[in-house]
T-cell receptor, first 114, second 115 residues
């Protein structure tokens, strides 16, 4: 399977703990995106990388959130001091720079903060 | 600010029938893309169909077609010959061309297929 891979698929944590999610994009894609999807809503943009450079961050991304993409390959999204409001599905997408501007999504990491 | 509105939270259609999902959007941009994404239960979101705003011809992909009305800022999805595998959440989405790379999604329409 050469699609976008996200790990873990599910994460349950206690309020105040730190969590980290990983996204492995499709190998030749230089663009990588993180979105958050809460129940009953469409995905909301969090941040975007082109290669290793983080080019845009949503104001949804508070200072407890940090995303990295070292070497322009996989990406991690860390949430520090989790809150119950952080419970959501975190989606990663990747896209090639081919002018078609299509984003390919992973299956997501579902976070539950107790 | 750009917004995408899907006014139908849920819809049902009989297998083999045709169904149309509605979407409107608001933007001051002239160049943009519109998408319909499908999200099956517990599975990843996949692109169903894509439309460039500068193209007047409506996009089609097999049983899926759109009715793009740029002046009305309307972008509906028609699914013909509905199949059980079409049951999913459908999201209408928008992206500015040439600039932002983020996609803005609507809240989705859950489509049920009745056997």
């Amino acid at each position: 399977d050469t699609g976008v891979s996200q790990n873990p698929r599910h994460k349950i944590t206690k309020r105040g703990q730190n969590v980290t999610f990983r996204c492995d994009p499709i190998s030749e894609h230089n663009r990588l995106y993180w979105y958050r999807q809460t129940l009953g809503q469409g995905p909301e943009f969090l941040t975007y990388f082109q290669n290793e450079a983080q080019l845009e961050k949503s104001r949804l991304l508070s200072d407890r959130f940090s995303a990295e993409r070292p070497k322009g390959s996989f990406s991690t999204l860390e949430i520090q001091r989790t809150e119950q409001g952080d419970s959501a599905m975190y989606l990663c997408a990747s896209g090639p720079r081919d002018g078609k501007n299509i984003q390919y999504f992973g299956a997501g990491t579902r976070l539950s903060v107790l | 600010a750009q917004t995408v509105t899907q006014s139908q939270p849920e819809m049902s259609v009989q297998e083999a029938e045709t169904v149309t999902l509605s979407c409107t959007y608001d933007t001051s941009e002239s160049d943009y893309y519109l998408f319909w994404y499908k999200q099956p239960p517990s599975r990843q979101m996949i692109l169903v169909i894509r439309q460039e705003a500068y193209k007047q011809q409506n996009a089609t992909e097999n049983r899926f077609s759109v009715n793009f009305q740029k002046a009305a800022k309307s972008f509906s999805l028609k699914i013909s010959d509905s199949q059980l595998g079409d049951a999913a959440m459908y999201f209408c989405a928008y992206r500015i061309m040439y600039r932002d790379d983020k996609i803005i999604f609507g809240k989705g329409t859950r489509l049920h297929i009745l056997p």
